[in-house]
């Protein structure tokens, strides 16, 4: 005798689906974005260490994540956390904050920002702009302008990225302690 349960009836509703529900369903059981962001903040507070630990790595990884230093942001996270008392995973996260799909704009906003700091005359860089003969026309001067941007963004980043993470981790570890999250 063979029973039918919930998960065969789930399972054959399936077959008879249109394509194009078929389409949808996936990222309506994902959840999309949100979901995405859940995954991560639980990443970061269910790390095993102290509260203080894992802020102070992640600001670590978002200064170094921030600088407009790609081939050694996650070197430096992790140096500036181990010099820190960092925790090192949540450093390598950290730097994550600069990614593939904002990396353009935050290199133009760090440009922007440390040409109106040194002291010498750069010509305005457009995106489509943005190749690496022309970076290398403008030389040192380029590198300084978006390196003092890139401490200019760097620092307010770092010190926003400590006080959430330390403020989402303590708050974590509080309602599980008292019984408010199933985790």
């Not at 999309?32 to 203080?52: D, T």
């Not at 302008?145 to 974590?172: D, E, M, Q």
Request: proline residues 5%; contains cysteine; glycine residues 8%.
């Amino acid at each position: 005798c063979h029973t039918i349960t919930n998960n065969t009836l789930l399972k054959d509703s399936h077959r008879h689906m249109d394509t194009e529900a078929q389409i949808r369903r996936p990222a309506a059981r994902r959840g999309g974005v949100k979901r995405y962001f859940r995954y991560w903040h639980l990443r970061i507070v269910r790390i095993q260490a102290s509260p203080y630990s894992i802020a102070m790595g992640m600001a670590a990884g978002v200064f170094a994540g921030l600088l407009p230093i790609i081939p050694a942001q996650m070197a430096l996270a992790l140096v500036l956390a181990f010099f820190f008392r960092g925790n090192k995973l949540a450093a390598l996260l950290g730097t994550w904050v600069s990614n593939p799909l904002n990396v353009v704009p935050q290199y133009m906003l760090c440009y922007y920002l440390g040409s109106a700091m040194v002291p010498f005359d750069l010509p305005p860089l457009e995106a489509g702009q943005l190749d690496m003969a022309r970076v290398l026309d403008i030389g040192w001067e380029f590198s300084a302008a978006l390196l003092s941007g890139g401490l200019l963004v760097a620092f307010p980043g770092a010190c926003a990225a400590y006080v959430l993470s330390f403020k989402l981790v303590h708050a974590y570890r509080l309602r599980k302690r008292c019984g408010g999250v199933t985790a």
